[in-house]
C-alpha cells in the first residue's frame, strides 16, 4: 500500500518570500514521485517529477523538489513566491503493482501569495 | 502541444438522468483515467483503461461505468445521477501501461446534479 501526506491543506506566503509546501510518501517499493497545480477552475499540470537518478529535480516556473529517502519526503520549494503561483499543488507517488502503475494522489495544499 | 479535451466544462443534470462524460487525447496514450476531485479529499480514482475496450475500477467506481471503443477516446457514464455525484470530473492519460513519466489531465468537468 501507499500513501502519501501533505502537510498543511492551506499555506499563506508573502510575495518574494520562500515557497515551501511539505510531502510525506509511503511506499513498499521505490516510488516515482510528483508534483502537480492546479489553477482555479482547470485541470492538473505536471510541474515536476523524480523518477530515477539525481535527486534534486527541477520543474517548471522556478520550483524544485529534493527526494529524501531516509525521511520519505518530497517537499516543494521555490526561492521567491511571486503572485502568479496562488494556485493548489498535489504531491502523487506511483508504483508499479502486476503491471500497473498505481498512482496516490495528496489532498493538496492551496498556496495563497499576499501582496 | 498534447491535449486532453473534456467536452464539457459545465454541466448541470436532475437526479436519475444518465449522464455521459466525453474524454478525448490526440497523444497517442495507451493509458487513460477518471478522477472525481472533492475538497478535502483530492483526486480519487474512479475508473482507468490501459487498452481499448479494456477497463479495470479504480477506488470508487460505485455508480460509474466507462467505456473505451477507440484508443482516443475514453467516455465516464453516471448510469442514474445522484445528488453525491456532484464533483469535478477529471480525465487523464500517460503514456505507455508500466510507465508512469506523469499524467496530462483534461480542464475538467464540473457537475452538478439537482
Known amino acids: 500500500a501507499q500513501s502519501v501526506t501533505q502537510l498543511g491543506s492551506h499555506v499563506s506566503v508573502s510575495e518574494g518570500a520562500l515557497v515551501l509546501l511539505r510531502c510525506n510518501y509511503s511506499?513498499?517499493?521505490?516510488?516515482?514521485l510528483f508534483w502537480y497545480v492546479q489553477y482555479p477552475n482547470q485541470g492538473l499540470q505536471l510541474l515536476l517529477k523524480y523518477t530515477t537518478g539525481a535527486t534534486l529535480v527541477k520543474g517548471i516556473n522556478g520550483f524544485e523538489a529534493e527526494f529524501k529517502k531516509s525521511e520519505t519526503s518530497f517537499h516543494l520549494t521555490k526561492p521567491s513566491a511571486h503572485m502568479s503561483d496562488a494556485a493548489e499543488y498535489f504531491c502523487a507517488v506511483s508504483s508499479t503493482s502486476g503491471g500497473y502503475q498505481k498512482v496516490t494522489f495528496g489532498t493538496g495544499t492551496k498556496l495563497q501569495v499576499i501582496p | 502541444d498534447v491535449k486532453v479535451t473534456q467536452s464539457s466544462r459545465y454541466l448541470v443534470k436532475r437526479t436519475g438522468e444518465k449522464v455521459f462524460l466525453e474524454c478525448v487525447q490526440d497523444?497517442?496514450?495507451?493509458?487513460m483515467f477518471w478522477y472525481r476531485q472533492d475538497p478535502g479529499l483530492g483526486l480519487r480514482l474512479i475508473y482507468f483503461s490501459y487498452d481499448v475496450k479494456m477497463k479495470e475500477k479504480g477506488d470508487i467506481p460505485e455508480g460509474y461505468s466507462v467505456s473505451r471503443e477507440k484508443k482516443e477516446r475514453f467516455s465516464l457514464i453516471l448510469e442514474s445521477a445522484s445528488t453525491n455525484q456532484t464533483s469535478m470530473y477529471l480525465c487523464?492519460?500517460?503514456?505507455?501501461?508500466?510507465?508512469?513519466?506523469?499524467?496530462?489531465f483534461g480542464s475538467g468537468t464540473r457537475l452538478t446534479v439537482v
Open positions: 487523464a492519460s500517460s503514456f505507455r501501461r508500466g510507465r508512469n513519466y506523469g499524467y496530462t
Open positions: 511506499s513498499s517499493v521505490p516510488p516515482y
Open positions: 497523444m497517442d496514450h495507451e493509458n
